[in-house]
């Protein structure tokens, strides 16, 4: 079974201070992809990586997609009240699957 | 990016009744759309791929005669609950890929209550 790995499922952080978050498989992907998610509304995409080591930067957002092409990190410097979401990535073998989500609270 | 909507963004409903929810894709063709469903403060559950011109393809546990599913051209998708109850309520959210990408484009979303 695929299986999709979130962490941490919830983040709430100061303004101004950096963070990371996970997400891990034990199958390789052929893509990932994150997504952010506001509450009533649909999850919007933020970037697609492809290549093992791939990385990608989005402002202050980094992502970074595993050598082994099985896990990604997504890293927010200096995080803004405006970054609070749910963060979720999703992988695609021969259907995309998700993760359950990192929910990000920003505090001013 | 490709843009997706949906119709309505919400809905009340009694019991029992059906409700349409519609998936359009704006400015691009999609062969398939996709229908999530996510429950509060979860992530989101696939229920079907919706292919244009053929039966949709459901998810284990999805009853495919609830949630009825009609890809009827190449830019939209509706999904039918029908006989509506209040463990129906949630957020249904389609999604559709430009078919050569992995990448999938969400719609708002339609928020279903059913009373």
């Known amino acids: 079974t695929q299986l999709l790995e979130q962490s941490p499922q919830f983040l709430s952080i100061q303004e101004g201070e950096n963070l990371t978050v996970y997400c891990n498989s034990s199958s390789v992907f052929s893509s990932l992809q994150w997504y952010r998610q506001e509450p009533g509304e649909g999850p919007v995409l933020l970037v697609t990586?492809?290549?093992?080591?791939e990385v990608k930067k989005l402002k202050r957002l980094t992502f970074q997609f595993g050598d082994a092409r099985k896990d990604s990190s997504l890293h927010i410097t200096a995080a803004q009240p405006g970054d609070t979401g749910l963060y979720l990535c999703?992988?695609?073998?021969?259907?995309?699957?998700f993760g359950k989500g990192t929910r990000l609270h920003i505090l001013p | 990016g490709a843009v997706v909507s949906q119709h309505p963004s919400r809905v009340i409903c009694k019991s029992g009744t059906s409700v349409k929810i519609e998936c359009r894709s704006l400015d691009f063709q999609a062969t398939t759309m996709f229908w999530y469903r996510q429950f509060p403060k979860q992530s989101l559950m696939l229920m079907a791929t919706s292919n244009e011109g053929s039966k949709a393809t459901y998810e284990q546990g999805v009853e495919k005669d609830k949630f009825l599913i009609n890809h009827a051209s190449l830019t939209l998708s509706t999904l039918t609950v029908t006989s509506a109850h209040p463990e129906d309520s949630s957020f249904y959210i389609c999604s559709a890929d430009l078919g050569s990408t992995d990448t999938q484009y969400f719609g708002p979303g339609t928020r279903l209550t059913v009373l």
């Open positions: 990586v492809v290549t093992g080591g």
């Open positions: 999703a992988g695609f073998v021969d259907k995309i699957i």
